[in-house]
């Protein structure tokens, strides 16, 4: 086919559809006409001055078709795969032709494109075991390509599902079915599962010095029938509903940083940075750093039995695994976590707190008790802040039992009672009870983090800003799978992972390909 129409002067908006159903030399010739039209559309336009906008929107609509014409030129030039009447597999199984060609469909980012191939299988009526031409050019089970999924992804892994469909459609000129890209969005998301629970090990070069843990959980709106597969222990803090539990767990390495209780109280507080403060040391980036989320987990036991095992113990078992593989010897592990004592009790049926592993609760959790204590004395809030300023000095300085004795006593003077004492009651058995993990004066002088805002802020990115949207509700295994890819997603090792998952998609879909050894499509040869 030769491309009659060409551009009409002075207008770069005027790009020819090519037909989709050519021959290969059709589509080589058509290739060359578009790259033509490209230089035109350049030139037509700089002589008109046409703005960067217009052209460099109907220079993507050519490059669209041209990448559909070289996407059907190469699909083109694979041949039926025609192996012979019978192929014999690595294990001796002999498998037949098909009489004749099937058709098959694979659709990319540039469009759908069929073909037809001969298939084999053992026997009239039994599965095909062999898709020749499919496994030449290893295409997926499905109808979209493997770019095609990965593109689709990247848009709903941030963004609802409809939305996302629309948004790749005005990239890619077409239409997208919201079912297919939920559909992959689950398979993908079965995949990131398997691979974040079997992360690469980072280089020891490039861990920093202190290893840290830390998990916090955050809640997700699941369908009513769904909410009661999680443990009621795992049900969201405020305004439950049908929110349940997904517990966030992140490992990381982080190198040391010493502060002191003044420097540290100065910040929370926002205040002014002195300017002989402001050439203190940056805070040392996190590194290599891991973060998953985790619902509970189903399975048969040996004797058929179902059994449930908690999100928390497998976000616990997961941070265990990893500080197994990344932790080297007489490296100091951080434990780092709010006051929840699920979390910590987990924790410790794992492992025990030693002199190299220390147990930091989270500075921000005490401040927040801290500040409340204060509003059950003080009325106006310059007190308040002043109040909860001194305290939270006093404690980053190791003061905690003489803070919540004088907390004590304070509720004692004014007289508390009813609700306000039970209030008091209760802030200073939080403090009393994690006194063990706040000897911040000894974390700021060996420099460990005291502030666990790598899993708040994974709480926030990888939950909340896609899971909790207006009007949003989610099966169980339909949040796992979007939670496991947003996790890959935003992790290093998102290239990686669709490495390997293309890899094993692979080897499953196209066991027998090593028999394509000697297959030379006619077209090539030709």
């Not at 350049?42 to 014409?69: C, H, I, P, Y």
């Not at 492992?351 to 220390?358: D, E, G, P, T, W």
Request: proline share 4%; charged share 25%.
């Amino acid at each position: 086919m030769v491309v009659t129409k060409t551009i009409r002067a002075g207008n770069p908006n005027s790009v020819p559809e090519l037909p989709e159903n050519v021959s290969a030399p059709e589509a080589a010739k058509n290739l060359l006409n578009l790259a033509e039209q490209i230089k035109a559309i350049a030139e037509v336009a700089a002589k008109n001055g046409e703005s960067f906008d217009r052209t460099e929107r109907v220079v993507w609509d050519s490059v669209l078709q041209m990448g559909f014409q070289a996407r059907h030129l190469f699909v083109s030039l694979q041949g039926d795969g025609d192996l012979g009447s019978e192929v014999a597999t690595a294990s001796g199984k002999t498998l037949h032709r098909s009489e004749k060609p099937s058709s098959s469909v694979i659709r990319s980012i540039f469009g759908e494109h069929s073909f037809h191939q001969y298939v084999y299988s053992s026997g009239k009526n039994k599965p095909i075991e062999l898709r020749p031409i499919s496994a030449r050019m290893s295409l997926p089970a499905g109808r979209w390509s493997h770019c095609l999924q990965e593109f689709s992804q990247m848009f709903c892994v941030d963004h609802a599902f409809g939305q996302s469909a629309a948004n790749l459609g005005e990239v890619l000129k077409s239409r997208f079915s919201v079912d297919t890209i939920e559909k992959i969005n689950q398979q993908l998301g079965k995949s990131a599962g398997e691979f974040l629970a079997d992360l690469p090990v980072p280089e020891p070069d490039g861990e920093a010095k202190l290893l840290v843990a830390s998990a916090d959980g955050k809640g997700v709106p699941l369908i009513r029938e769904d909410a009661a597969k999680v443990a009621a222990f795992e049900t969201a803090k405020k305004n439950p509903g049908n929110r349940k539990m997904a517990t966030v767990a992140s490992v990381y390495s982080v190198g040391r940083h010493v502060r002191t209780a003044k420097e540290i109280t100065a910040a929370l507080f926002r205040d002014e940075t002195a300017p002989e403060e402001e050439a203190q040391p940056k805070r040392p980036t996190p590194q290599n750093k891991n973060t998953t989320a985790h619902f509970p987990v189903t399975k048969k036991d040996e004797t058929g039995k179902s059994v449930t095992t908690s999100g928390i113990h497998v976000a616990m078992a997961w941070i265990i695994g990893q500080i197994a593989l990344r932790r080297r010897a007489n490296q100091v592990l951080v434990v780092l976590m709010d006051g929840q004592e699920s979390l910590w009790t987990c924790f410790e049926s794992h492992l025990s707190f030693s002199l190299r592993m220390v147990g930091v609760l989270d500075i921000l959790h005490t401040l927040a008790y801290v500040w409340e204590a204060a509003g059950l004395f003080c009325s106006d809030e310059d007190a308040r802040k002043a109040f909860t300023r001194d305290r939270l000095l006093r404690i980053l300085r190791g003061e905690v039992l003489g803070v919540v004795r004088g907390l004590r006593q304070m509720g004692t003077t004014r007289k508390l009672k009813g609700d306000p004492l039970k209030d008091l009651n209760r802030i200073c058995r939080y403090l009393e009870n994690n006194a063990c993990r706040m000897r911040y004066d000894e974390y700021l002088r060996r420099g460990y983090p005291i502030a666990s805002g790598v899993i708040e802020g994974a709480c926030r990115h990888l939950v909340k800003d896609r899971m909790e949207r207006s009007g949003m509700r989610w099966t169980l295994e339909g949040a796992r799978s979007m939670l496991n890819l947003r996790a890959a997603f935003q992790s290093d090792h998102w290239r990686s992972f669709l490495d390997d998952h293309i890899a094993k998609e692979t080897n499953k879909n196209h066991s027998n390909a090593n028999m394509l050894t000697n297959y030379t499509p006619l077209t090539i040869a030709a």
